[in-house]
């Protein structure tokens, strides 16, 4: 593979640099993010104080999480980074397929790794059952529901794993893209003491940039981690927001229809372009979909992933490829990737226009047999 799989989504800085197209003129769907962000109105003292953690703000993040076991951190990505030093060095369990910086951080602890499937939840749940069978002394980490491949599991599950853990063995749980099943979370006053839960606000809410994240947790899990990342973890503007955002209910409620709605409507706009690859794709399975609330993401050779966000690069539309197969490099003509791609706000007309466009032009040359390695 010639081309370089950029190691997250929404980097737009690199794509405009890469491909000369000025950063505002982009339509970012590498990222699954709520296009319809919760409306900003800040307070100026929110940017002049120290920002101390406000009761408001505890307050109105218990209301929302249903547990006040947390610390607030600045996105969950600084406690991923520190979360394997602090537990006992135990082997670990971790997603084959999910939000990469987890076993980044797992990998430099030097700890032992076994991975799970996790396309698919009966195949990943009887892999999970047999390694706990076989060693319940290690920690768990779960996506729930997994990004990228939208496998959700029910707490019930969840909580019956974290029973079967031996001491001072782990289940986290990742769960940044929750907030649309929140009836699956782990989350209330009761968490089981060996139960580490991560919580993202910007995804939801539509505001990535303020870096809010929250790690719940017993509290001594809790006081090592707020000794590790220190004072000010998170900056006055997102307290503010926060306060706001987590207390809204009816903005909340119409947040939750909009990303059906919008989610809906991609996979419907992206259908006419799967459908074709598929029809000319005979001799393979047809392409799998795997629709998560705030993003999609399609199954399809490595070649055709690259491709296909390629082509749409040039025109402004950022995708994102994700590698299936750690060793795809040395078998490319094998290799399989999804191909994620996030939500368009339904009343943005002209967002919606360029990517249909897009996608009339790719199928058109598709037929034409323009695009030579398709």
């Not at 059952?129 to 969840?158: D, F, G, M, Y």
């Not at 207390?247 to 909009?258: E, H, I, P, R, V």
């Not at 000319?280 to 690259?306: E, G």
């Not at 999804?338 to 939500?343: A, V």
Request: hydrophobic residues 40%; charged residues 20%.
């Amino acid at each position: 593979m010639s081309q370089q799989i950029p190691a997250h989504g929404g980097d737009l800085v690199s794509a405009s640099q890469q491909y000369n197209i000025d950063i505002n003129q982009w339509i970012d769907l590498s990222t699954g993010i709520n296009p319809i962000a919760y409306p900003v109105e800040l307070e100026a003292n929110s940017f002049q104080q120290l920002p101390y953690i406000r009761p408001e703000f505890i307050e109105a993040s218990t209301h929302y999480y249903r547990s006040s076991q947390f610390i607030p951190v600045s996105g969950t990505q600084a406690a991923i980074q520190q979360l394997p030093t602090l537990l006992a060095d135990f082997p670990v369990l971790i997603p084959k397929l999910g939000y990469q910086e987890h076993v980044k951080y797992w990998q430099e602890k030097a700890a032992t790794i076994t991975y799970y499937s996790s396309d698919k939840k009966d195949t990943m749940v009887s892999q999970i059952n047999k390694a706990l069978a076989a060693n319940p002394r290690q920690h768990l980490v779960i996506i729930n529901p997994n990004n990228p491949t939208a496998v959700l599991l029910s707490k019930e599950q969840l909580l019956n794993w974290a029973k079967q853990l031996a001491k001072q063995a782990y289940l986290i749980i990742d769960e940044a893209f929750i907030d649309t099943h929140k009836e699956q979370s782990v989350l209330d006053e009761n968490l089981p003491e060996n139960i580490i839960v991560l919580r993202s606000f910007g995804k939801f809410f539509g505001l990535a940039g303020v870096r809010l994240g929250y790690c719940f947790s017993n509290k001594t899990i809790l006081k090592q981690l707020q000794k590790k990342l220190g004072l000010w973890q998170v900056n006055g503007p997102a307290q503010s927001l926060a306060i706001k955002a987590l207390s809204d209910n009816k903005w909340q409620g119409q947040a939750l229809g909009d990303i059906c709605s919008n989610n809906q409507l991609m996979q419907t706009l992206w259908e006419p372009l799967f459908e074709k690859y598929t029809s000319h794709k005979k001799n393979i399975n047809a392409v799998k979909k795997y629709p998560s609330s705030l993003f999609v993401s399609y199954q399809l050779s490595m070649d055709d992933a690259l491709l296909i966000c390629e082509y749409f690069a040039k025109l402004g539309i950022l995708l994102r490829v994700i590698a299936i197969d750690e060793n795809s490099a040395n078998s490319p003509k094998n290799a399989q990737a999804l191909l994620r791609i996030g939500l368009i706000d339904q009343h943005n007309k002209t967002a919606l226009s360029r990517v249909a466009e897009g996608i009339d032009s790719f199928v058109s040359d598709f037929n034409h047999n323009k695009t030579s390695t398709v």
